[in-house]
């Protein structure tokens, strides 16, 4: 079995209504931003990578967050228990990712390690996420997409934070190999933005799971240098939310211990090809893996699913 975070999400409308009273000044700035892409091979490349700043700089003064919002996500936390210094994920969920025949998977930005009961914490985090529509690579994938941006819109789906100890990233068939008896994952020691963000030399671990013969397998381990961990100043304004830590692999049992290692990647994949059964699709499966209060096996959780999105073999 698995565990979710508990949480609750901020639907598309709540975005929709804080940009209605300016919607046709950003649905300017979107026109000059693609006709500056048009003009790119006479020079608009810096001009459109301009125009995408000054988008998510429209959107973080111009869209306000609504203080209820923020007061209602306070409550949520409240409600689903825990300790006043929680820290939570304001994780990006836009009706342009995540879709069959359009991924999407990490071009919108989430916000780690953001105070639970900070009201002006979680509307800046609110706020950064409604921006990241307009990172210029995410604007440049869903014009290549035929996607007006217009129709772009982002919800976010707020959960309780789960510190790592190891994080993943699990296909419930095999991306690499088109293999569908076989799940796929990569992990990392710490928070699982290492394997989001890719801005780190070296490997993670990668593993596989045939589901066949119920068999785990570790292809690679890891060579990644450092971990990712929730600093303890949170969001604070100039601070870091996560840094980084140097890896002592020595101290790491997924590391030293194959067969405890491979007992994890089983419990993952199973969980993996179980959301995939029940969605009736192959999914593309987000969790973490955390030691159990007062011992015993680790817990994995489960932070997010989608299905799974294919280039052109």
């Excluded at 006479?42 to 306000?64: C, N, Q, T, V, Y």
């Excluded at 209060?293 to 799974?308: D, E, K, L, T």
Aim: include cysteine; charged fraction near 20%.
């Amino acid at each position: 079995g698995f565990f979710a975070p508990p949480g609750c999400v901020v639907p598309f409308g709540v975005m929709a209504a804080a940009a209605a009273p300016t919607w046709s000044e950003y649905r300017a700035l979107a026109d000059a931003f693609d006709s500056a892409v048009s003009d790119a091979a006479a020079g608009g490349g810096a001009a459109a990578d301009s125009l995408a700043g000054k988008i998510r700089e429209f959107i973080a003064d111009k869209w306000k967050v609504d203080p209820r919002i923020a007061k209602d996500i306070i409550a949520a936390a409240a409600t689903a228990g825990g300790d006043s210094d929680d820290r939570i994920m304001v994780r990006s969920s836009a009706n342009v990712e995540d879709l069959e025949g359009m991924s999407g998977a990490g071009l919108y930005d989430s916000i780690a390690n953001v105070p639970a009961k900070d009201p002006a914490a979680i509307a800046a985090a609110v706020s950064a996420v409604w921006g990241s529509l307009w990172t210029k690579r995410a604007a440049l994938s869903r014009r290549a997409a035929g996607v007006p941006h217009a129709m772009a819109r982002m919800g976010i789906l707020v959960q309780r934070m789960v510190p790592a100890d190891i994080a993943f990233v699990a296909f419930s068939d095999n991306p690499i190999s088109r293999d569908p008896g076989q799940v796929y994952m990569e992990l990392c020691v710490g928070m699982g933005e290492t394997l989001a963000s890719a801005g780190q030399a070296g490997t993670p671990y990668r593993a596989a799971y045939s589901k066949k013969e119920g068999r785990a397998s570790t292809l690679a381990l890891s060579s990644l240098s450092y971990a990712l961990r929730p600093s303890p100043d949170g969001t604070a304004e100039g601070k870091p939310a996560l840094v980084q830590e140097a890896i002592d692999y020595t101290a790491v049992p997924f590391h030293t211990d194959a067969a405890a290692r491979e007992a994890i990647v089983a419990r993952i994949a199973k969980a993996v090809v179980a959301l995939a059964e029940a969605r009736g699709s192959p999914q593309d499966v987000e969790g973490v893996v955390r030691a159990a209060p007062g011992g015993g096996p680790p817990r994995i959780y489960i932070v997010q699913a989608r299905p799974m999105v294919l280039a052109a073999a």
